[in-house]
């Protein structure tokens, strides 16, 4: 697939690019903080707002409730100047549409600051179903964050639904200036660590009695443990 440069209009000196990775973070692990500092350190960016979801349009609600999952990402967090927790969506009462919560980053920080909103290979994939999905390419770049060993997207292009492949076209390349020179609209691929680190792994073995140590941060396995979290769930 051929990467085109991406025209950008000149920005002020002091428009940082932001990160952004949202999810359900039911629980955070090592596998959603590796990839947002790594990201972060790849692409130079100024912060990663963590964006826990309230109520995710997309699959079924979280195990844990909603005070638990924000603070078990308040105590990962700790101590990293660089990954920040964004409450926004997680009070909610109403779906968390990331179009949504993008248009309130853009009310508070302006039109001009970069913004790169990080998803996985899986997630892009299925980005034509997500709510008004054509407005994230106005709003922020799209960061896709490719492990080793999952096909590439120009591999996944001849399975793309017509108009996300278009998109996708239109809007990949391979110059990291792209997203520090422009507010959004690019669409770059960004090799990560491989860590095979699953939420649902993690609430398999406490419901099954075994312990996920190493998975997750001590402070958040341990709040896990003085809350009783994820001890009766079902995850078939």
């Not at 025209?7 to 596998?31: E, Q, R, V």
């Not at 960016?45 to 079924?60: K, T, W, Y």
């Not at 638990?68 to 927790?85: D, S």
């Not at 941060?217 to 995850?235: G, N, W």
Request: charged share 20%; net charge negative.
């Amino acid at each position: 697939m051929e990467q085109l440069p991406i025209p950008h209009p000149s920005l002020p000196a002091d428009s940082s690019p932001i990160g952004i990775l949202g999810g359900t973070f039911d629980p955070l692990h090592f596998g959603h903080l590796r990839l947002a500092q790594e990201l972060a350190q790849q692409l130079a960016l100024d912060e990663v707002r963590i964006i826990p979801a309230g109520s995710p349009p997309h699959r079924a609600p979280p195990s844990a409730a909603v005070q638990h999952r924000l603070e078990m990402v308040r105590l990962g967090l700790a101590g990293n100047p660089l990954l920040i927790l964004d409450e926004r969506e997680i009070s909610k009462s109403t779906p968390s549409y990331t179009v949504e919560t993008l248009l309130d980053l853009r009310r508070e920080l302006g039109a001009a600051r970069p913004l790169c909103l990080f998803l996985g290979s899986d997630a892009f994939l299925g980005l034509a179903g997500w709510h008004r999905w054509r407005e994230l390419f106005e709003l922020a770049h799209v960061v896709v964050a490719q492990r080793p060993g999952h096909p590439g997207l120009a591999r996944a292009a001849a399975t793309m639904p017509a108009q996300l492949r278009d998109e996708l076209n239109r809007r990949l390349t391979n110059e990291a200036e792209a997203l520090r020179s422009a507010p959004a609209g690019a669409i770059i691929v960004q090799p990560v660590t491989a860590l095979d680190i699953s939420a649902t792994q993690i609430r398999e073995e406490l419901a099954a009695g075994r312990s996920p140590c190493y998975l997750l941060p001590d402070a958040v396995l341990d709040y896990i443990q003085t809350h009783s979290l994820y001890k009766d769930i079902d995850e078939t």
